[in-house]
C-alpha cells in the first residue's frame, strides 16, 4: 500500500474546509431554524396553555354567573308570586268592602226610597179612596177614621206582595 | 479475459501539480466535497423558516435532523451534541458518499490515458519500495482471491508485475479517472487522524489537564499499566479506523469488479444492493465509533 503523507495532508486539509463549509452554510443555519421553530412552538403551547386556562376560568366564571342569575330569576319570580297574591287578596278584600259598602249604601237609598214610596202611595191611595168612598156613600167620612183605615188595608197589601 | 480486469489496491496518479501527485482517488474526494458544499451553499440559499419548505430545505432538514437525533440520543447533553454534531455528520456525510460514488455505473472504467514517463516514475518508485508493492495492476482473475489478505495480494502482485511490466509500460496507461476516496488508505488514515487528535482537543477542553491522568497515572502500578494500554489503544484506534473502512470499501469494489467481470449481465446487481448497504453501514459505524470516542472523552473517569 502506498502511503503518502502529502496525500494524508491533502485529505486532511479537503476535510477541513468541508467541514468549515458545512458547518456555516449548512447546519448552522438549519439549526437556527429547528431552534426558531422549537421556541415557536413552545410559545404556541403556552398560549394554547393559557387560552386554555383561561377559557377554563371564563367557564367558570359563566356557570357562577349563570347560578347567580337563576337564584336571582328564581327569587325575583318568588317575590314577584308573593307580591301579586298580596296584591290580589288586597285588590280582593277592597273590592269586597266596596261592594258591601255599595250594596249597604244602595240597601239604604232603596230602603229609604220604598219608604218615601209607600207613603207617597199611601197618600195618593187615601185620597183617591176618599174621593171615592165620598162619591159612593155620599158623605165625608172622619179623616183620622179613614187613615186608620187606609193604613190597615194598605199594610195588608204590602204584607201579601 | 485477461484484458478486462484491473484492480488496484493503491490509487493512481492522473497528474502531477506543483510537486503534488494527484491520485484518482483524491480527484473523486474533491468532487465529493465540491457535492457537498455546493449542496450547502444551495441549502443555505433556499432556508426561509416558513411552514411550507422547499423541497431542498426538507431534504437536508430531514439529514440534519436525523444526524442531529443520532448524536443528541449518545450524548443525552444538548452542549456536547452541539459541539459533536458539525464532525459527526461531516464524517458521516464524506465517507457515505465516498462509498456511494464508486457504485455509479461507469465511474471505475472512465479512463485517463497517463503518459509512458508518469508510469515508469510510478514503477520506480515501486521497485524502490521492495516491500511497499501498492500499484496493482492484475490482468487475472486471480487477482480477485487475492483481494482477501494482504499478504495474499503482495505475492499476487509480485507475480502479475513480473509478468505484464514489459507490456504495460510501453505506452500510455488507462487509468481510471474516479476511485472511491475511502477506497484509498490515505483517505482513511487522514480521517481517522481528524477522529482520533479531535478526540484529544475534546478531552482536553472538557477535563483539562485532567484528561491526561487517563494515560499517566503513577496512582497505582496496575492504573500506570492501564494507562500505557489506553496510549497504545489511541494508535490503535487510528489503525483500527483506517483498515476497517479501507477494507471493506475496497473489497467490496474488488467484488464488483470481479462479479462484473465473471458475468456482466444481472449477477453484479445483488452485489451493488449489498454495497449500498455496506457503504451505509461504514459511514454509520465510523461516524458512531468516533462519537462514542469523543463522548468518552469528554466524561471524567468519576463521571463515566
Redesign the interface.
Known amino acids: ?4 503523507l ?7 486539509i ?6 468549515g ?3 456555516f ?3 448552522k ?3 437556527k ?2 431552534d ?2 422549537a421556541l415557536r412552538i413552545e410559545e404556541g403551547q403556552k398560549a394554547a396553555e393559557l387560552a386554555i386556562k383561561t377559557k377554563d376560568e371564563l367557564d367558570k366564571e359563566k356557570k357562577k354567573a349563570e347560578n347567580e342569575h337563576k337564584k336571582e330569576r328564581a327569587k325575583i319570580i318568588n317575590d314577584a308570586q308573593e307580591e301579586a297574591k298580596q296584591r290580589a287578596q288586597e285588590i280582593i278584600s277592597t273590592a269586597r268592602k266596596e261592594t258591601k259598602e255599595e250594596q249597604a249604601k244602595l240597601l239604604g237609598g232603596w230602603k229609604e226610597e220604598k219608604t218615601q214610596l209607600i207613603k207617597e202611595a199611601k197618600s195618593e191611595m187615601t185620597d183617591a179612596i176618599i174621593a171615592i168612598s165620598a162619591k159612593v156613600i155620599g158623605k165625608t167620612l172622619d179623616t183620622k177614621a179613614q187613615q186608620k183605615l187606609i193604613d190597615e188595608e194598605i199594610n195588608l197589601i204590602i204584607k201579601n206582595l | 479475459m485477461a484484458a478486462g480486469l484491473h484492480i488496484s489496491i493503491s490509487a493512481e496518479r492522473l497528474l502531477t501539480l506543483g510537486g503534488l501527485n494527484i491520485t484518482n482517488s483524491m480527484f473523486t474526494s474533491v468532487l465529493v466535497s465540491l457535492l457537498l458544499i455546493s449542496f450547502a451553499i444551495i441549502t443555505k440559499f433556499k432556508l426561509k423558516n416558513v411552514s411550507k419548505p422547499t423541497v431542498i430545505q426538507n431534504f437536508a432538514e430531514m439529514i440534519v435532523e436525523a444526524l442531529h437525533g443520532l448524536v443528541h440520543g449518545v450524548t443525552g447533553d444538548l452542549k456536547r451534541t452541539r459541539l459533536f454534531f458539525p464532525f459527526i455528520s461531516t464524517f458521516f456525510l464524506v465517507i457515505i458518499l465516498n462509498n456511494w460514488l464508486g457504485l455509479i455505473p461507469g465511474v471505475g472504467t472512465i479512463k485517463l490515458l497517463v503518459n509512458e514517463e508518469a508510469a515508469k516514475v510510478e514503477e520506480v518508485s515501486q521497485t524502490e519500495k521492495a516491500s511497499d508493492h501498492s500499484n496493482v495492476l492484475v490482468d487475472s482473475v486471480q487477482a480477485s482471491e487475492a483481494v482477501a489478505t494482504e499478504e495474499a495480494i503482495t505475492l499476487e502482485t509480485e507475480e502479475a508485475t513480473q509478468e505484464e511490466t514489459p507490456s504495460e509500460h510501453s505506452g500510455p496507461v488507462a487509468v481510471p479517472i474516479f476511485r472511491p476516496g475511502t477506497a484509498d488508505i490515505n483517505t482513511t488514515i487522514s480521517l481517522a487522524l481528524i477522529s482520533i487528535i479531535v478526540t484529544q482537543i475534546f478531552g482536553v477542553k472538557y477535563l483539562k489537564f485532567g484528561y491526561f491522568k487517563k494515560f499517566i497515572n503513577f496512582s497505582s502500578p496496575i492504573m500506570f499499566f492501564v494507562g500505557i494500554l489506553e496510549l497504545i489503544s489511541e494508535f490503535a484506534k487510528i489503525i483500527s479506523f483506517a483498515f476497517r473502512l479501507f477494507g471493506n470499501i475496497f473489497a467490496g469494489e474488488v467484488l464488483l469488479v470481479v462479479m462484473a467481470f465473471l458475468f456482466p449481465v444481472i449477477l453484479p446487481m445483488p452485489f451493488y444492493g449489498l454495497e449500498l448497504f455496506v457503504g451505509f453501514i461504514q459511514a454509520l459505524v465510523f461516524s458512531m465509533l468516533t462519537l462514542v470516542f469523543f463522548n468518552m472523552a469528554t466524561i471524567s473517569h468519576e463521571e463515566h
Open positions: 500500500m502506498d502511503i503518502q502529502t496525500q494524508i495532508l491533502f485529505q486532511i479537503n476535510f477541513s474546509v468541508v467541514l463549509a458545512l458547518t452554510l449548512l447546519y443555519p438549519v439549526i431554524i429547528f426558531e421553530r
